[in-house]
């Protein structure tokens, strides 16, 4: 199953109070539904959720949608379940604010309800990565850019700091924020869910932080080893023309440990001098007398 099914299995199991219902049923039936003269139709994969909307209904409004079990479109192996519901039909779209685009205050009139018609949305349209795959990425499918903005509103309430696409001939409300997707699963109480998604997040980010740390760490060694045989290079390049003797005694002392310590860097190299020649000498004042070593190097090489 999908990490979004595991999601929307535990959402339709939590218990609610008939004003949560009424309001979780909106959002749901507002989002997945088809609406004729006489019936509305509601279309899902997930068994769950279909026992969830059934029994909202039959609570409700006492009376039983009828259910109708099919294979998936292109003979996929899931199950697609139908429920369609043939009574009271003005009521329930009256009661359940479906004649309207943009749902009366009443149906989120705090922010419990507006979170659970969030909730309701993301059982209806709404779809979830597996936090173990490459990205993060939360969305909901609606029909109208002045729903799309109006759900963006309600869920940027909460600092998610959600989005809207154009996608096809929909719109996409969206978060890509990884710490974001997990506020929204604690706000509509998927709790379940929301220890699985940490726990998988904590662990990429523990592992990106690695990775990271070690490609630094590399680099610098990388970065050592090349200053270090540039060093080299020069100091040779003076040798070959006799041109030691002519340093100063403090560069040419840099000049014959850096020979006998070549893959060193400055800081070992100047702790190694300073500790056989008793007399202390600074990372710095090194890199002070390896720059003399480049500019009389460099010198030589222009006149060749």
Do not use: W
């Amino acid at each position: 199953m999908s990490f979004t099914g595991i999601v929307k299995n535990e959402l339709s199991k939590l218990e609610l109070t008939k004003l949560e219902a009424i309001t979780e049923l909106s959002a749901i039936l507002k989002n997945n539904a088809f609406i004729s003269d006489n019936v509305i139709r509601v279309t899902t994969e997930n068994s769950s959720v279909a026992r969830h909307i059934f029994n909202l209904i039959k609570n409700l409004y006492s009376i039983s949608p009828k259910i109708t079990v099919r294979h998936g479109y292109n003979y996929q192996k899931n199950y697609v379940y139908i429920l369609e519901i043939s009574n009271k039909l003005d009521f329930i779209i009256k009661d359940l604010n479906l004649d309207v685009e943009i749902p009366n205050d009443y149906i989120l009139d705090d922010d419990i309800l507006t979170r659970i018609y969030l909730r309701g949305v993301f059982i209806a349209s709404g779809s979830i990565n597996d936090p173990k795959k490459s990205r993060y990425h939360l969305e909901f499918i609606v029909d109208s850019l002045k729903y799309a903005e109006f759900i963006k509103d309600k869920l940027n309430l909460y600092y998610l700091n959600s989005k809207v696409i154009k996608r096809d001939n929909k719109f996409m409300v969206y978060i890509k924020e990884a710490e974001k997707i997990g506020d929204f699963l604690r706000m509509i109480n998927a709790i379940g869910a929301l220890l699985y998604f940490e726990d998988i997040r904590i662990y990429r980010d523990h592992k990106n932080m690695t990775n990271r740390l070690n490609n630094c760490e590399q680099a610098n060694v990388d970065k050592i080893i090349e200053t270090a045989s540039n060093q080299v290079k020069d100091i040779e390049l003076i040798e070959s023309i006799g041109g030691l003797n002519l340093l100063d005694e403090k560069t040419r002392l840099a000049a014959v440990y850096r020979m006998k310590y070549k893959e060193a860097s400055l800081l070992e190299l100047s702790e190694i001098i300073s500790i056989e020649t008793k007399t202390p000498l600074t990372k710095s004042g090194l890199h002070h007398r390896f720059t003399k070593i480049k500019d009389i190097a460099n010198k030589i090489r222009e006149k060749k």
